[in-house]
């Protein structure tokens, strides 16, 4: 599984976003009116769209974890921007401010995740043919491959994987889609990489992978929030040296 990097786009809206193709109305019945349609209240297109905005970029701030802004400031914020007035703070410190306050903001909603992932491994540490690796990683061998070739720092690997949570969501699998990948080693998270080194072409273990061993208190993508605690079934097919 690839590194993701979590980027923050605050000023990208796409209209796609926010509006669904309409059902064609069949010409042989009359269309009927939905008992739970909602009405627009406002009156106009500008107001209409100014909200239906304003309801796009607060829900996208939210999943993002910025429910506590200065609506007061950030209002201001907007408006200079809308009518070309000078910014008040410099572009590079804009990005810096946005970063900390995320890095702060994914850090306390990892510590409750940690400590299930932690849970977790230490009753999965006691089950029978479970290896526990100084580091935490966990695994345990479902196949051993007859080809004694094993990946170095500098191989690419062809893989196929299928990833979920500690819950048993899916959030990544190569299986699923029926193609496996292959990419650098290096460019696989900390546990992958670990355990890829271990393992012989032809091999296939299951992966219990700590957090920071994996994305830490970054989120990636939708599915695996700040924190997790990730489970794989990882199948070495080839190596390429």
């Known amino acids: 599984m690839n590194k993701s990097i979590s980027v923050i786009l605050l000023g990208l809206i796409t209209v796609g976003g926010f509006a669904q193709a309409?059902?064609?109305?069949?010409?042989?019945k009359a269309p009927v009116k939905s008992a739970t349609a909602v009405v627009n209240p406002l009156k106009n297109n500008s107001d209409s769209v100014s909200y239906s905005v304003g309801v796009r970029i607060a829900q996208s701030l939210k999943s993002q974890g910025f429910e506590n802004l200065n609506m007061t400031v950030f209002e201001k914020a907007i408006a200079d921007v809308l009518h070309n007035n000078k910014i008040g703070i410099a572009d590079d410190v804009i990005n810096q401010c946005i970063g900390v306050y995320q890095q702060k903001v994914n850090a306390a909603k990892s510590a409750g995740v940690k400590k299930e992932g932690q849970a977790f491994l230490a009753a999965n540490s006691k089950r029978t043919g479970v290896v526990t690796l100084p580091d935490g990683l966990q695994y345990e061998v479902i196949k051993t491959g007859t080809d004694n070739t094993r990946p170095?720092?500098?191989?690419?690997v062809k893989v196929h994987y299928?990833?979920?949570?500690?819950?048993?969501?899916v959030f990544d699998s190569s299986v699923d889609r029926g193609e496996p990948v292959t990419y650098p080693l290096t460019g696989f998270i900390?546990?992958?990489q670990e355990a890829l080194l271990l393992m012989t072409v032809g091999s296939k273990w299951k992966l219990y992978v700590p957090s920071d061993l994996a994305y830490g208190d970054n989120a990636a993508g939708p599915a695996i929030g700040p924190g997790s605690t990730l489970v794989f079934t990882v199948e070495l097919l080839a190596v390429e040296n």
């Open 162 to 169: 299928h990833g979920t949570l500690i819950n048993g969501t």
């Open 22 to 28: 309409k059902k064609p109305v069949s010409a042989s």
């Open 190 to 192: 900390k546990g992958w």
């Open 152 to 156: 170095t720092v500098t191989s690419k």
